[in-house]
């Protein structure tokens, strides 16, 4: 996988317009529009149960069994909504990779490693068992794991919190996503393990034209990998625009709420929001 031949251009972006989901009748998402550039990291921000990770889930066709999607999720000028499951699982993966919260629950504790690793290798880019053994090894390099050869031969338990959350942004790009999904994806880590992932992922998105998304509840965590983020709450986004002008002028007492947290949690580490 060379810089190259994944760096896109000339490309619409992750595109979406009036996206709304109800659940048994209830209303999560209403009407949001938002847009990831190609190649540009944007945050999307809120508190708890403001409509985060149904945003992530429902742009990965995750959405739970049921819930009604209606709007549009336009991936470089291809429709998403209404796609049945089988065509829409062929985006997912390729067109849009996606990196979860807890790395633990998302890798399979009885696999090495390696295999979970070249098990989307194989499917996305039809790589057999051997390139993709070889391929994996590139990709656990691609992602700052040391020693990567000996390292996917281990199970999840063996390795660190921060080990287990490169193997999977490795799953992740393993199909060579245009778009990346990341929802919270530096939560369950210690504050200098959340820095140099989120070092990774700038690397990865400036080396590759990967586009990110990342969901946060931390505007703190934002400023940092993101420049653009849109605000939502009660499943509405209630702001958008530059991370810099949200953390200065919010204008939105959601946004307010989220900035005056940031500024707590950096006076409590001693940093600056
Ligand atoms: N499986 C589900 N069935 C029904 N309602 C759901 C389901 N999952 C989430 N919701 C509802 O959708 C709304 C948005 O939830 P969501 O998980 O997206 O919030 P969030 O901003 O990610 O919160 P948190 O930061 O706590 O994870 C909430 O009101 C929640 O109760």
Redesign the pocket.
């Known amino acids: 996988m060379t810089d190259a031949t994944t760096h896109r251009t000339e490309r619409d972006g992750l595109e979406v317009r009036g996206l709304t989901v109800r659940?048994?009748g209830?209303t999560?998402l209403d009407d949001v529009t938002f847009t990831v550039p190609p190649g540009r990291r944007v945050g999307v921000i809120?508190a708890?149960?403001?409509?985060?990770?149904?945003?992530s889930l429902a742009l990965m066709g995750l959405e739970?069994t049921g819930a009604e999607v209606t709007g549009s999720i336009r991936l470089d000028g291809t429709e998403l909504v209404g796609l049945r499951d089988r065509e829409r699982s062929r985006h997912r993966g390729a067109g849009i990779g996606m990196v979860f919260q807890e790395p633990g629950t998302a890798l399979d504790p009885l696999r090495r490693v390696g295999a979970q690793v070249a098990e989307p290798l194989r499917l996305h880019r039809g790589l057999d068992r051997r390139a993709a053994a070889t391929a994996a090894v590139a990709l656990a390099d691609a992602v700052g794991l040391p020693d990567p050869a000996s390292l996917l031969r281990q199970y999840p338990h063996q390795l660190s919190g921060g080990q287990r959350q490169r193997i999977c942004i490795a799953m992740a790009m393993a199909g060579s996503p245009a778009y990346l999904v990341a929802d919270e994806p530096t939560t369950a880590l210690d504050v200098t393990t959340e820095a140099r992932i989120l070092e990774l992922f700038a690397r990865l998105s400036t080396d590759r034209g990967t586009g990110m998304l990342f969901v946060t509840?931390d505007l703190a965590v934002l400023a940092r990998i993101a420049d653009q983020a849109v605000v939502?709450d009660h499943?509405r986004v209630v702001e958008q625009g530059s991370v810099r002008a949200l953390l200065d002028a919010p204008r939105h007492p959601a946004t307010a709420a989220l900035v005056d947290a940031a500024r707590a949690t950096a006076r409590l580490t001693g940093g600056s929001a």
């Open positions: 659940i048994a209830r999560v809120g708890s149960g403001s409509g985060k990770s149904m945003t739970p509840h939502l499943g």
